[in-house]
């Protein structure tokens, strides 16, 4: 497997972590691609809700006994003063009872230096005084780990690009970094990293492993190379992965229609929403769906790019999964996909979707505007609603999840780890990776008290080793039960940690007076109506590779330019609908079928066969 671009730029998310953003990603899917996620809008956010891999060939029995070692050994770790807290979000019990003596897991029992070098993208929000080596976030960590981080370089954008890459493949790479998937398998390939199954067994800590824990060991997995923990990698959100409809309510109960429960349904509002004038100024001015130019289903669910409605077909474009025998092939070839083509496609003719999503350079401007009816969107759309309900105080929009024809409700999900931190091997004090991860985690969980004197809105990309999401996996899903329950008064206010708290006291104020303060409500709404839908029982898919062959670093571009022409043109008209055969035949005379034996023989090596 051939080097890919390592490291990247940081930003934030909606759930108040650090979001590790690759500058320019591994070409296959998952990456930064056309095809994939796409930028989240500022106003989007709710305020203040702050695998060629020989390590996949661990055998499962072997993974299995590792990871329940590490979960055994779990309560002899300590929280050194930075406690652990539930998956529920209220406050833990101290379990430093039982922590061997000369343990620290936040705290190196001697001052060292450890080098890295990490991207830094122009304009990123630093504290006056305060430099890339110098800032509040090197200081917390130095202050609360005995750890100096030495900076040797930094760049940004494609410097850094064509800078670290030129480092790693020369194996001039530093103590620790943080890296992308591709880079992490060729670093593991190469014989250049520390095995850190040893350090983290006896220093992760008990939050740390509780992370890990709620990916069902997944995460675990995804940083193992043949049978030894290789990196200490990040934690997806799952609940990200879900494509939620947003529908106009009050339109509805105005023409009176009932939720949408089927694509056909979908349809049928927006036809009425374009044809009788729900807005009622007298104009034939509305729309009845939002799109956008990227189509394809990525991971994450992002605004407007009907990834709920291609899941209906139980369609996975862009993404490498199982057929019925069991052979990995990739989702934008199916059947099912030319059927979601087509449907999008008669609604377009119809008039019944944004003539110019196309164009739209924000997609969410129609939604605000008050002219759109419905569009697809994830969990955390609140903010779009709050700033629509602004504009036009009328407006209320509601969630739903569509169905596929069976009734079952269908979820791509989020590769559970696509950053990893990584140790050269031979380093002195590996441990320190883990006393960092520990650390950072308690500080981005907010479980260390002092965390509180730490200004969030300096970009996460500061921190010493890169920025990546440390979170539950199923995190929206555990806040969103433990807001209801201190709602109903079935928990003490009291006994929720700071986030929480916080959540909490936003909703009792918005309970007095409902939607008076849309900044307030905007916080915690995520969290009630769109997390209830996600805990339904759902039909959940993973991509089986996300990472990069050889043939794809030469012909992926390409292959994602056809896929993307195509299906657009299709969906405007300007093709017919069997122009997707052509375009079946066409990807994989391209290249697409080498591409399809190459990802299938690193799934199977992945198993072991």
Same mark, same amino acid.
């Given at each position: 497997?051939?080097?890919?671009?390592?490291?990247?730029? =940081?930003?934030?998310?909606?759930?108040?972590?650090?979001?590790?953003?690759?500058?320019?990603?591994?070409?296959?899917?998952?990456?930064?691609?056309?095809?994939?996620?796409?930028?989240?809008?500022?106003?989007?956010?709710?305020?203040?809700?702050?695998?060629?891999?020989?390590?996949?060939?661990?055998?499962? =029995?072997?993974?299995?006994?590792?990871?329940?070692?590490? /979960?055994?050994?779990?309560?002899?770790?300590?929280?050194?003063?930075?406690?652990?807290?539930?998956?529920?979000?209220?406050?833990?019990?101290?379990?430093?009872?039982?922590?061997?003596?000369? &343990?620290?897991?936040?705290?190196?029992?001697?001052?060292?230096?450890?080098?890295?070098?990490?991207?830094?993208?122009?304009?990123?929000?630093?504290?006056?005084?305060?430099?890339?080596?110098?800032?509040?976030?090197?200081?917390?960590?130095?202050?609360?780990?005995?750890?100096?981080?030495?900076?040797?370089?930094?760049?940004?954008?494609?410097?850094? !690009?064509?800078?670290?890459?030129?480092?790693?493949?020369?194996?001039?790479?530093?103590?620790?970094?943080?890296?992308?998937?591709?880079?992490?398998?060729?670093?593991?390939?190469?014989?250049?990293?520390?095995?850190?199954?040893?350090?983290?067994?006896?220093?992760?800590?008990?939050?740390? +492993?509780?992370?890990? =824990?709620?990916?069902?060991?997944?995460?675990?997995?995804?940083?193992?190379?043949?049978?030894?923990?290789?990196? &200490?990698?990040?934690?997806?959100?799952?609940?990200? /992965?879900?494509?939620?409809?947003?529908?106009?309510?009050?339109?509805?109960?105005?023409?009176?229609?009932?939720?949408? +429960?089927?694509?056909? !349904?979908?349809?049928?509002?927006?036809?009425?929403?374009?044809?009788?004038?729900?807005?009622?100024?007298?104009?034939?001015?509305?729309?009845?769906?939002?799109?956008?130019?990227?189509?394809?289903?990525?991971?994450?669910?992002?605004?407007?790019?009907?990834?709920?409605? @291609?899941?209906?077909?139980?369609?996975?474009?862009?993404?490498?999964?199982?057929?019925?025998?069991?052979?990995?092939?990739?989702?934008?070839?199916?059947?099912?996909?030319?059927?979601?083509?087509?449907?999008?496609?008669?609604?377009?003719?119809?008039?019944?979707?944004? +003539?110019?999503?196309?164009?739209?350079?924000?997609?969410?401007?129609?939604?605000?505007?008050?002219?759109?009816?419905?569009?697809?969107?994830?969990?955390?759309?609140?903010?779009?609603?709050?700033?629509?309900?602004?504009?036009?105080?009328?407006?209320?929009?509601?969630?739903?999840?569509?169905?596929?024809?069976?009734?079952?409700?269908?979820?791509?999900?989020?590769?559970?780890?696509?950053?990893? &931190?990584?140790?050269?091997?031979?380093?002195?004090?590996?441990?320190?990776?883990?006393?960092?991860?520990?650390?950072?985690?308690?500080?981005?969980?907010?479980?260390?008290?002092?965390?509180?004197?730490?200004?969030?809105?300096?970009?996460?990309?500061?921190?010493?080793?890169?920025?990546?999401?440390?979170?539950? =996996?199923?995190?929206?899903?555990?806040?969103?039960?433990?807001?209801?329950?201190?709602?109903?008064?079935?928990?003490?206010?009291?006994?929720?940690?700071?986030?929480?708290?916080?959540?909490?006291?936003? /909703?009792?104020?918005?309970?007095? +007076?409902?939607?008076?303060?849309?900044?307030?409500?905007?916080?915690?709404?995520?969290?009630?109506?769109?997390?209830?839908?996600?805990?339904?029982?759902?039909?959940?898919?993973?991509?089986?590779?996300?990472?990069? $062959?050889?043939?794809?670093?030469?012909?992926?571009?390409?292959?994602?330019?056809?896929? $993307?022409?195509?299906?657009?043109?299709?969906?405007?008209?300007?093709?017919?609908?069997?122009? @997707?055969?052509?375009?079946?035949?066409?990807?994989?005379?391209?290249?697409?079928?080498? &591409?399809?034996?190459?990802?299938?023989?690193?799934?199977?090596?992945?198993?072991?066969?």
């Amino acid at each position: 497997m051939r080097l890919r671009e390592p490291l990247g730029e =940081a930003g934030a998310d909606r759930h108040g972590n650090g979001r590790a953003r690759l500058v320019r990603g591994g070409p296959g899917p998952g990456g930064n691609g056309p095809l994939n996620g796409r930028t989240v809008p500022a106003h989007a956010r709710p305020a203040n809700v702050k695998t060629k891999r020989e390590g996949y060939a661990m055998k499962k =029995a072997t993974t299995w006994i590792a990871v329940t070692a590490l /979960a055994v050994l779990a309560s002899a770790c300590g929280s050194g003063g930075q406690g652990a807290e539930g998956g529920s979000g209220q406050k833990a019990a101290d379990p430093a009872a039982g922590q061997p003596a000369k &343990i620290d897991p936040f705290r190196m029992p001697n001052p060292i230096e450890v080098t890295t070098f990490k991207s830094v993208s122009a304009g990123a929000k630093l504290t006056a005084g305060d430099t890339v080596e110098n800032n509040q976030y090197t200081r917390y960590i130095k202050d609360k780990t005995n750890i100096d981080f030495k900076i040797l370089w930094y760049a940004s954008g494609t410097d850094y !690009d064509q800078k670290s890459k030129l480092a790693i493949a020369s194996g001039d790479i530093p103590d620790v970094l943080m890296v992308d998937e591709p880079t992490f398998l060729s670093l593991a390939e190469a014989g250049q990293l520390e095995d850190l199954s040893g350090v983290y067994e006896k220093y992760a800590s008990p939050l740390t +492993k509780e992370l890990y =824990a709620s990916t069902n060991n997944k995460a675990i997995e995804k940083a193992t190379y043949k049978g030894k923990l290789m990196g &200490i990698p990040n934690i997806s959100v799952q609940a990200d /992965a879900a494509s939620l409809l947003w529908v106009r309510k009050d339109w509805l109960d105005k023409l009176g229609l009932q939720p949408p +429960k089927s694509v056909d !349904d979908i349809a049928a509002i927006a036809k009425a929403f374009v044809e009788r004038d729900p807005d009622g100024n007298g104009k034939a001015d509305t729309i009845g769906l939002t799109g956008s130019s990227g189509i394809n289903v990525p991971g994450k669910a992002g605004h407007h790019n009907w990834k709920g409605l @291609f899941l209906a077909y139980n369609a996975y474009p862009a993404n490498w999964i199982k057929d019925g025998s069991g052979k990995i092939v990739y989702g934008s070839l199916s059947p099912e996909t030319k059927q979601a083509l087509g449907k999008l496609r008669d609604m377009y003719a119809a008039g019944l979707i944004d +003539k110019e999503f196309a164009l739209r350079k924000d997609g969410n401007q129609p939604v605000i505007a008050g002219q759109a009816g419905m569009f697809f969107g994830p969990w955390w759309s609140g903010g779009v609603v709050a700033d629509t309900m602004t504009n036009n105080p009328k407006a209320e929009f509601e969630p739903y999840l569509i169905p596929d024809a069976k009734g079952q409700y269908n979820n791509l999900m989020v590769p559970v780890s696509n950053r990893f &931190i990584v140790v050269k091997k031979g380093m002195k004090h590996p441990e320190a990776a883990v006393v960092y991860a520990n650390t950072f985690i308690a500080a981005q969980r907010k479980t260390d008290p002092d965390s509180a004197k730490l200004d969030f809105t300096v970009s996460a990309e500061y921190w010493p080793i890169g920025n990546a999401t440390y979170d539950y =996996a199923d995190a929206v899903e555990r806040k969103s039960e433990t807001l209801k329950k201190a709602m109903n008064g079935e928990i003490k206010p009291e006994s929720l940690n700071p986030e929480m708290k916080a959540l909490y006291d936003n /909703a009792m104020i918005d309970k007095a +007076k409902p939607k008076a303060d849309l900044k307030v409500w905007r916080t915690f709404y995520g969290y009630t109506a769109p997390a209830e839908l996600l805990k339904r029982k759902m039909n959940q898919v993973y991509s089986e590779y996300t990472a990069t $062959t050889k043939t794809m670093e030469r012909k992926w571009a390409n292959l994602q330019k056809l896929e $993307t022409e195509t299906f657009l043109k299709i969906v405007m008209g300007e093709l017919p609908l069997d122009a @997707f055969d052509k375009f079946v035949a066409d990807w994989k005379s391209q290249g697409g079928d080498d &591409i399809t034996k190459e990802v299938q023989q690193e799934v199977d090596k992945s198993k072991g066969k």
